[in-house]
């Protein structure tokens, strides 16, 4: 698997971190994790082959992690790269993300999911926060969600492909021993660090819970993500160091990283 980092921030305006978007890439497709408003482009910047994107994963409703993707269905619609395109594109996300698309959708009359290729959308129900059962985003790429203390509808996603690589996505999160239990010994796990210390809010993590949750997982990789501008300036990954003595990798705009089973 290949990650690249597309948005490493948060809702916050920031002039080094868009809001959040991770391109993903097996040897047998490629996803989209999470697809705020920056996404589209991010893609582009990186030279991904947008148009050929697989799959999308949306974690939930929060616009810094969806806003994008009613923007990027109008933009693949008239873009000319895709006019030859007859693969489906699958959106797999939580519950009420359909209601969210056809809301802009027919606001306009953009026939968003009448495109030049199939548009087949998924929602994967937040239940309890035992995992759910297992699906499929593309052929060799199975998924499993759980869900997490932030919104109603809020999914982490734990993936993994044919070779039995596995990278678990947090999403934003607040603190639970379960999700650690859910990224357990997973090769990458990108977690979200919104705060450092005094976190004002249960619905994220701050330094101390981000490493918690690495103790008890033991990810070979840990990608913290979702920081905040009072992230500017501070070394975070000296700090998160002092508290967890794997790997740890703080995002950044533009990161690329090679996914291997350890
Ligand atoms: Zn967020
Ligand atoms: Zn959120």
């Not at 509808?153 to 650690?180: C, I, N, P, Q, W």
Request: negative net charge; charged residues 25%; glycine residues 6%.
């Amino acid at each position: 698997m290949k990650l690249i980092v597309l948005g490493s921030g948060t809702s916050v305006p920031h002039s080094q971190r868009a809001s959040a978007a991770f391109w993903l890439e097996t040897e047998t497709g490629s996803i989209l994790l999470d697809c705020s408003a920056d996404a589209a482009h991010r893609m582009a910047q990186e030279n991904l082959d947008w148009p050929n994107l697989d799959a999308i994963w949306i974690s939930h409703l929060h616009l810094d992690h969806c806003g994008g993707l009613a923007s990027l269905l109008f933009g693949v619609k008239w873009a000319p790269q895709t006019r030859t395109r007859r693969n489906p594109l699958k959106i797999f996300g939580c519950a009420g993300i359909e209601n969210l698309l056809r809301a802009i959708d027919e606001s306009n009359d953009y026939e968003l999911l009448d495109q030049p290729f199939p548009i087949e959308l998924h929602e994967i129900p937040a239940g309890d926060s035992r995992p759910g059962a297992e699906f499929e985003m593309f052929p060799g790429l199975r998924a499993r969600t759980f869900s997490t203390p932030h919104t109603m509808e809020s999914l982490a996603v734990r993936l993994t492909d044919e070779r039995a690589v596995s990278l678990v996505y947090s999403s934003d999160t607040g603190f639970s021993e379960k999700l650690a239990d859910f990224a357990r010994g997973a090769d990458l796990l990108i977690l979200e660090c919104s705060f450092w210390r005094d976190k004002p809010t249960d619905k994220h993590l701050e330094l101390a819970d981000a490493m918690r949750i690495a103790r008890l997982a033991e990810p070979s990789k840990l990608i913290l993500t979702h920081l905040y501008p009072e992230w500017d300036g501070l070394d975070l990954e000296s700090k998160a160091k002092e508290l967890w003595p794997g790997t740890m990798i703080a995002a950044h705009d533009g990161l690329r990283l090679e996914i291997e089973q350890q």
